[in-house]
């Protein structure tokens, strides 16, 4: 072959190569292109065989002209690779950021139920003077039981079935009571307290949890009279329940009032026309909110405070009992999953 002739099927070929290109998009695609036409046996290759049958003369033309077709086809496949990542990172770009999207606001989340309960019930009984008094969750035997008029056998204790720590000495507080004791033992009267706290028993159904909230109160100075309860109370409800809501007390034990009672409310459920048929109160209008008395004069002198002189009064109530009367929540075990789509409620 002469050797324009070779020179006219190189550059032919570099043309040829150009075009095919064109409408390649992969890689793997552009490569394989690239040996059918550099690689040994490809056809530039295979014209480049030929150049030996040419005479010597001729031959450096027709290097020269290998060699800008070569450069040639390498030079378009780099630019066509170029090109191809260039093409992914703008499609990147196009998916991961788009600008016009509005953002997304994280929400600032708010305060569990049962926290805006007992901060609401700490504010209402703040209003008749009572501050708050805290204890530890883990009590001895004498706060939680003995002082309060439980002694060891007391069948009493029963009821309160208990998750004792350290062989017994210690337990975790069944009630909030033992507050009384520590604030009688660490303060004068007047004494005049709230106490709202975690406690914990081995209960455990739809309205009864291992662990729940309770608030204690408790008033001691001169004079103090079962009518003052009643009013404190009665107050309470009004405020929280709503103001036409009622109260009755009914005579109960604990070992460490005297006379002791249970309180119920009137059930804000009911309708006028039909009570019978209400989940709540299961038809009898009442719903009980807490145990209440006036302090054992017992308990009085435990805490070395003089009964000749010094009256009171206590009661406590179920913070998650409040709750779930106010806000008609059928499960107590809703207050402590998490689940966002109830406690966004609230
Ligand atoms: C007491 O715990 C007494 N310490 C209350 C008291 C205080 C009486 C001062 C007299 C003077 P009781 O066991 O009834 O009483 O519990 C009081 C309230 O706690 C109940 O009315 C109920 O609302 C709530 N409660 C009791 N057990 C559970 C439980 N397992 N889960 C949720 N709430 C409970």
Same mark, same amino acid.
């Given at each position: 072959?002469?050797?324009?002739?070779?020179?006219?099927?190189?550059?032919?070929?570099?043309?040829?190569?150009?075009?095919?290109?064109?409408?390649?998009?992969?890689?793997?695609?552009?490569?394989?292109?690239?040996?059918?036409?550099?690689?040994?046996?490809?056809?530039?290759?295979?014209?480049?065989?030929?150049?030996?049958?040419?005479?010597? *003369?001729?031959?450096?033309?027709?290097?020269?002209?290998?060699?800008?077709?070569?450069?040639?086809?390498?030079?378009?496949?780099?630019?066509?690779?170029?090109?191809?990542?260039?093409?992914?990172?703008?499609?990147?770009?196009?998916?991961?950021?788009?600008?016009?999207?509005?953002?997304?606001?994280?929400?600032?989340?708010?305060?569990? =139920?049962?926290?805006?309960?007992?901060?609401?019930?700490?504010?209402?009984?703040?209003?008749?003077?009572?501050?708050?008094?805290?204890?530890?969750?883990?009590?001895? !035997?004498?706060?939680?039981?003995?002082?309060?008029?439980?002694?060891?056998?007391?069948?009493?204790? *029963?009821?309160?079935?208990?998750?004792?720590?350290?062989?017994?000495? =210690?337990?975790?507080?069944?009630?909030?009571?033992?507050?009384?004791?520590?604030?009688? @033992?660490?303060?004068?009267?007047?004494?005049?307290?709230?106490?709202?706290?975690?406690?914990?028993?081995? *209960?455990?159904?739809?309205?009864?949890?291992?662990?729940?909230?309770?608030?204690?109160?408790?008033?001691? !100075?001169?004079?103090?009279?079962?009518?003052?309860?009643?009013?404190?109370? =009665?107050?309470?409800?009004?405020?929280?329940?709503?103001? !036409?809501?009622?109260?009755?007390?009914?005579?109960?034990?604990?070992?460490?009032?005297?006379?002791?009672?249970?309180?119920?409310?009137?059930?804000?459920?009911?309708?006028?026309?039909?009570?019978?048929?209400?989940?709540?109160?299961?038809?009898?209008?009442?719903?009980?909110?807490?145990?209440?008395?006036?302090? !054992?004069?017992?308990?009085?002198?435990?805490?070395?405070?003089?009964?000749?002189?010094?009256?009171?009064?206590?009661?406590?109530?179920?913070?998650?009992?409040?709750?779930? @009367?106010?806000?008609?929540?059928?499960?107590?075990?809703?207050?402590?999953?998490?689940?966002?789509?109830?406690?966004?409620?609230?």
């Amino acid at each position: 072959m002469p050797a324009e002739e070779l020179i006219g099927k190189l550059d032919g070929l570099g043309s040829e190569f150009a075009q095919a290109l064109v409408s390649l998009s992969s890689e793997q695609d552009i490569r394989e292109l690239q040996a059918q036409f550099l690689g040994k046996k490809g056809r530039v290759s295979a014209l480049m065989r030929e150049m030996g049958k040419l005479p010597p *003369d001729t031959r450096r033309v027709v290097g020269a002209a290998f060699n800008r077709v070569k450069d040639g086809i390498a030079g378009a496949v780099d630019g066509k690779l170029d090109e191809l990542v260039k093409v992914a990172e703008a499609a990147d770009l196009e998916r991961t950021i788009d600008v016009s999207l509005p953002g997304r606001v994280r929400s600032a989340g708010h305060v569990h =139920l049962l926290t805006q309960v007992r901060n609401e019930a700490v504010a209402i009984f703040g209003e008749l003077g009572f501050e708050v008094a805290e204890g530890p969750q883990i009590e001895n !035997d004498f706060n939680n039981f003995e002082a309060l008029g439980f002694a060891k056998d007391h069948p009493a204790r *029963d009821e309160q079935d208990t998750f004792f720590v350290d062989d017994g000495k =210690l337990l975790l507080r069944t009630h909030t009571s033992p507050v009384q004791i520590r604030t009688m @033992l660490s303060q004068e009267p007047p004494i005049k307290i709230v106490a709202p706290g975690a406690v914990y028993r081995r *209960d455990d159904d739809p309205t009864h949890s291992p662990m729940f909230w309770q608030i204690e109160g408790l008033l001691i !100075d001169e004079q103090v009279r079962f009518s003052d309860l009643k009013g404190v109370l =009665l107050h309470f409800v009004k405020r929280y329940f709503g103001e !036409d809501l009622d109260i009755r007390f009914r005579p109960s034990f604990f070992p460490f009032v005297e006379p002791g009672a249970e309180v119920d409310m009137q059930c804000s459920f009911c309708t006028d026309s039909d009570s019978s048929k209400c989940r709540v109160c299961k038809g009898t209008t009442w719903v009980e909110i807490a145990g209440a008395g006036m302090v !054992d004069p017992v308990v009085l002198t435990h805490c070395k405070i003089d009964p000749e002189r010094y009256t009171g009064f206590a009661f406590g109530m179920g913070l998650e009992r409040m709750a779930m @009367l106010r806000y008609g929540v059928s499960d107590i075990k809703n207050f402590y999953e998490g689940d966002m789509r109830f406690l966004t409620q609230f």
